[in-house]
């Protein structure tokens, strides 16, 4: 049984990021299932930090894209919707190029909060950051 509501697509997930960080960043959305949601995200100049690694703040952004999308394919868009209270990550190994992939799953979704648990890995499937991401589920005024 999936976590999602229904509907969901991969169209519809690379659309909600048009002109947005997310998109300058080239993040795209490639996979997902019942309980997960991938995407990968380039490792270049727009990744970068000064030393030419992956920097710490991409692959947030990437575990924070990740979260926050999943987190909203789980609620009726058009009553709630679901902002990041906390984000924590580990960086544990570098990348220089080519892509890194994420993939987040629920560890807890409930009423008012959502957990997920991001991982991120390089090309050839090492752990490169694992992050987590509470969301605060809102009522629409």
């Known amino acids: 049984m999936s976590v999602f509501k229904p509907g969901i697509s991969l169209e519809e997930l690379n659309k909600l990021s048009l002109n947005t960080m997310v998109s300058y960043l080239g993040i795209e959305f490639t996979e997902f299932g019942n309980d997960y949601i991938t995407a990968k995200m380039p490792v270049d100049h727009r990744t970068h930090q000064p030393l030419g690694l992956l920097h710490g703040g991409a692959s947030v952004t990437l575990a924070e894209t990740l979260g926050s999308v999943a987190a909203t394919c789980c609620v009726d868009r058009t009553t709630q919707y679901c902002v990041g209270l906390e984000?924590?990550?580990?960086?544990?190994?570098?990348?220089?190029?080519?892509?890194?992939?994420?993939?987040?799953?629920?560890?807890?979704?409930?009423?008012?909060?959502?957990?997920?648990?991001?991982?991120?890995?390089?090309?050839?499937?090492e752990l490169v950051c694992i992050s987590r991401i509470t969301m605060a589920v809102i009522d629409k005024r």
Do not use: F, L, M
């Open 87 to 125: 984000i924590n990550a580990n960086h544990v190994k570098s990348a220089r190029s080519g892509y890194v992939y994420g993939t987040t799953r629920p560890i807890h979704i409930g009423k008012r909060t959502q957990v997920w648990e991001v991982k991120i890995v390089n090309e050839a499937r």
